[in-house]
C-alpha cells in the first residue's frame, strides 16, 4: 500500500533555513508528482507548489519562488523541499502529497509541524 | 487564481441526518474538483475526486455532484467519524486552490 511519511518537527529561527522530506513507499514515485501543501494553526490548507517524480521539474506558487526548492531522488524514493528565509508566518504544518491526476491528491504523508520562533 | 468558496462555514448535525456541503468557484472549473475530510490533527484525506468518483475506500455514503462552478458534496447518514472539516479543492487551473473548508459538528 502507499505510504508517504515525512521526517520529523523543527523549530528554527527566523531568517533560517528547513528541509522536509518525504519517503514514498508502496509505488513508483517516478511515476507520479509531489505536490506540497501547508496548513497554518487553526487555518486551511495552501498549496505551495509541485515536483515531477520523473525529471524533476518543479513548479512554484508565484508567492515562494523565491522561498522554496523542491527536488526528488528516484534512488531513494524520497521528495524533499527546503524553505529559506523562514518568518514567523511559515509556521505551519507542511505536507507532502502524492499526486495522481494532475492536481488530485490521494495520498498523504502525516504533516511536519515547523515552528518559526526566536 | 480561482478562489472556491465553501458554505456553510459549520454545520451542525445529529447522527443519521443528511449532510450537504456547497463548493461554489470564481470562474468554470468543469468537473476538476475533489472533496477532502481532515480530522483534528490528522492529515487531509481523498473522498471524492473530479467531482463525483469516489476515493478507493470511501462508503457509498459520501456523493459529490456538480459542474462548472457549483458543486456539492453530500453525505447520506451521518456516522459519528463522519464529524470533521471538508475541504473542497480545483485542478482546472494552477495554483491548485482550496476552499475554506466546512466543519460539520455535532448537534
Known amino acids: 500500500q502507499v505510504h508517504l511519511v515525512q521526517s520529523g518537527a523543527e523549530l528554527k529561527k527566523p531568517g533560517a533555513s528547513v528541509t522536509v522530506s518525504c519517503k514514498a513507499s508502496?509505488?513508483?514515485?517516478?511515476?507520479?508528482?509531489i505536490s506540497w501543501v501547508r496548513q497554518a494553526p487553526g487555518q486551511g490548507l495552501e498549496w505551495m507548489g509541485w515536483?515531477?517524480?520523473?525529471?524533476?521539474?518543479?513548479h512554484y506558487v508565484e508567492k515562494f519562488q523565491d522561498k522554496v526548492t523542491m527536488t526528488t531522488d528516484t534512488s531513494t524514493g524520497i521528495s524533499y523541499m527546503e524553505l529559506r528565509n523562514l518568518r514567523s508566518d511559515d509556521t505551519a504544518v507542511y505536507y507532502c502529497?502524492?499526486?495522481?491526476?494532475?492536481?488530485?491528491?490521494?495520498?498523504w504523508g502525516q504533516g511536519t509541524l515547523i515552528t518559526v520562533s526566536s | 487564481e480561482i478562489v472556491l468558496t465553501q458554505s456553510p462555514v459549520t454545520l451542525s448535525l445529529s447522527p443519521g441526518e443528511r449532510a450537504t456541503l456547497s463548493c461554489r468557484a470564481s470562474?468554470?472549473?468543469?468537473?476538476?474538483l475533489a472533496w477532502y475530510q481532515q480530522k483534528p490533527g490528522q492529515a487531509p484525506r481523498l473522498l471524492i475526486y473530479?467531482?463525483?468518483s469516489r476515493a478507493t475506500g470511501i462508503p457509498a455514503r459520501f456523493s459529490g455532484s456538480g459542474s462548472g462552478t457549483d458543486f456539492t458534496l453530500t453525505i447520506s447518514s451521518l456516522e459519528p467519524e463522519d464529524f470533521a472539516v471538508y475541504f473542497c479543492?480545483?485542478?482546472?487551473?494552477?495554483?491548485?486552490?482550496f476552499g475554506g473548508g466546512t466543519k460539520v459538528e455535532i448537534k
Open positions: 515536483v515531477s517524480g520523473y525529471n524533476g521539474n518543479a
Open positions: 479543492q480545483q485542478r482546472s487551473k494552477w495554483p491548485l486552490t
Open positions: 473530479d467531482a463525483s
Open positions: 470562474q468554470s472549473i468543469a468537473g476538476y
Open positions: 508502496g509505488y513508483t514515485l517516478s511515476n507520479f508528482g
Open positions: 502529497a502524492r499526486d495522481f491526476e494532475a492536481g488530485t491528491l490521494d495520498f
